[in-house]
């Protein structure tokens, strides 16, 4: 079983920077697909992006599409989300998650599909 600790989150202004970061214990996490989600006041989690076990597929939801870049770091375990042109919409808790299930290069996309789950780092977008 692996064991998700993220990081990184904070206060920004519409249109900086964040890298949140998803340090993984327990396990090494190359056996994971990984992934990003987040979860707005009074909404449901939605996810954000996803990386496959090699590192070469990714896949964004829509709206973070050009402004945010996930990459995993394997021999550090750490998961990473690059945050770009923030949006005050992009105010949420963010969590990393880890699927187990087989595939190499496929993202898993769903929220029902990862097994384990971090607490979250907030973060918040002032406008």
């Known amino acids: 079983q692996v064991q998700l600790v993220e990081s990184g989150g904070g206060l920004v202004q519409a249109g900086g920077s964040l890298r949140l970061s998803c340090a993984a214990s327990?396990?090494?996490?190359?056996?994971?697909?990984m992934g990003w989600f987040r979860q707005a006041p009074e909404k449901g989690r939605e996810f954000v992006a996803g990386?496959?076990?090699?590192?070469?597929?990714?896949y964004y939801t829509d709206s973070v599409k050009g402004r945010f870049a996930i990459s995993r770091d394997n021999a550090k375990n750490t998961v990473y989300l690059q945050m770009n042109s923030l949006k005050p919409e992009d105010t949420a808790v963010y969590h990393c998650?880890?699927?187990?299930?087989?595939?190499?290069?496929?993202?898993?996309?769903?929220?029902?599909?990862?097994?384990?789950w971090g607490q979250g780092t907030q973060v918040t977008v002032s406008s």
């Open positions: 998650a880890a699927d187990s299930s087989p595939g190499w290069s496929t993202v898993a996309r769903e929220i029902y599909e990862y097994d384990y």
């Open positions: 327990g396990r090494t996490i190359s056996t994971y697909k």
């Open positions: 990386i496959s076990k090699s590192g070469v597929s990714t």
